[in-house]
């Protein structure tokens, strides 16, 4: 199963049984899975991984989770073998993310409020690295480098529209929103 994970910088897992040394491409295996308690953990929504590692600071990557998997209420993973596929940026993240909650549109939780990420309904500003709008007129901004996502939702669980963007000088400090055709538009009228 294809599945999310977060590292330090030096590709250690700091959380578990010590610290544990991985190499992206590289396939590890050990004994047991069971969830908050032995075998390699990684998250099915890339957001959960931001309860334990940071964005800027840590490493994030798409992992392949095979072996033997134990998942938990709080949607955990654990797996006897894992391998890191593919190393994430922060735009990535975001994207996944917003993929995750559009596969997922009836599952409660998706609202979270931190400094790496805010997934709001209706509106997102401030200073987390990825500011999230989810609605029927979604409306975002952030600071230069802030990225911002925008998921139209006419209706609980009808996702039609989403889309992922870096917000550049000139987009800093203004509002955006999707228009008729799911296209990022500058927001004229008041918010």
Same mark, same amino acid.
């Given at each position: 199963?294809?599945?999310?994970? #977060?590292?330090?910088?030096?590709?250690?897992?700091?959380?578990?049984?010590?610290?544990?040394?991985?190499?992206?491409?590289? $396939?590890?295996?050990?004994?047991?899975?069971?969830?908050?308690?032995?075998?390699?953990?990684?998250? /099915?929504?890339?957001?959960?991984?931001?309860?334990?590692?940071?964005l800027?600071?840590?490493?994030?990557?798409? *992992?392949?989770?095979?072996? !033997?998997?134990?998942?938990?209420?709080?949607?955990?993973?654990?797996?006897? /073998? @894992?391998? =890191?596929?593919q /190393?994430? $940026?922060?735009? +990535?993240?975001?994207?996944?993310?917003?993929?995750?909650?559009?596969?997922? =549109?009836?599952?409660?939780?998706?609202?979270? !409020?931190g !400094?790496? *990420?805010?997934?709001?309904?209706? /509106?997102? &500003?401030?200073?987390?690295k @990825?500011?999230?709008?989810?609605?029927?007129? =979604?409306?975002?901004?952030?600071?230069?480098?802030?990225v911002? #996502? %925008? @998921?139209?939702?006419?209706?609980?669980?009808? @996702?039609?529209?989403?889309? *992922?963007?870096?917000?550049?000088? &000139? +987009?800093?400090?203004?509002?955006?929103? %999707?228009?008729?055709?799911?296209?990022?538009?500058? *927001? $004229?009228?008041?918010?």
């Amino acid at each position: 199963m294809i599945a999310f994970k #977060g590292f330090s910088e030096d590709m250690t897992a700091r959380y578990g049984k010590g610290r544990y040394q991985f190499l992206p491409g590289r $396939t590890e295996r050990t004994e047991k899975s069971k969830t908050a308690s032995c075998g390699f953990h990684c998250c /099915e929504d890339p957001f959960d991984c931001l309860r334990y590692y940071q964005l800027g600071r840590d490493r994030f990557f798409v *992992v392949e989770a095979a072996g !033997s998997i134990d998942e938990d209420e709080q949607n955990r993973i654990s797996c006897t /073998e @894992i391998t =890191p596929l593919q /190393e994430l $940026t922060i735009k +990535q993240i975001a994207g996944y993310g917003m993929a995750y909650m559009v596969q997922h =549109p009836l599952r409660e939780g998706w609202e979270r !409020s931190g !400094s790496d *990420v805010s997934v709001s309904k209706d /509106e997102a &500003q401030g200073y987390a690295k @990825i500011n999230i709008a989810r609605g029927r007129r =979604p409306h975002a901004r952030g600071q230069e480098g802030t990225v911002i #996502g %925008l @998921i139209q939702e006419p209706r609980k669980g009808e @996702i039609t529209a989403a889309r *992922v963007f870096t917000v550049t000088r &000139q +987009q800093a400090g203004k509002w955006y929103t %999707l228009g008729r055709n799911g296209k990022i538009e500058e *927001v $004229t009228d008041a918010v």
